[in-house]
């Protein structure tokens, strides 16, 4: 399912018109986005858990000329679904 399937399937269910809800997604990935820039964790109940986690410097080789590499520090986005969920698909 594709954004546009996704929007077109969301206002059918609301009700809304898919331009209303297209603004509401949007709205709502944007105050996710800024949580989690602000460092927070966005739980959702029965859904799971997003979390920003920081991964350390490494170094790393090429295996084709086995040069080593460091590799910096970044932030990544993480995602951990809740039991509920997992316990759906099992």
């Known amino acids: 399912m594709n954004n546009k399937e996704f929007t077109s399937e ?21 105050s996710m986005t800024q949580e989690l820039e602000e460092g927070n964790i966005i739980t959702i109940q029965g859904f799971g858990s997003f979390e920003v986690k920081k991964k350390i410097e490494r170094i790393s080789i090429n295996p084709t ?26």
């Open 65 to 90: 000329s086995k040069q080593r590499m460091l590799i910096p520090p970044k932030l990544v986005p993480t995602y951990r679904p809740s039991n509920t969920l997992k316990d759906k698909f099992k």
């Open 10 to 30: 969301l206002s059918n269910r609301l009700g809304y018109t898919i331009k209303d809800t297209s603004e509401l997604i949007n709205s709502l990935l944007s």
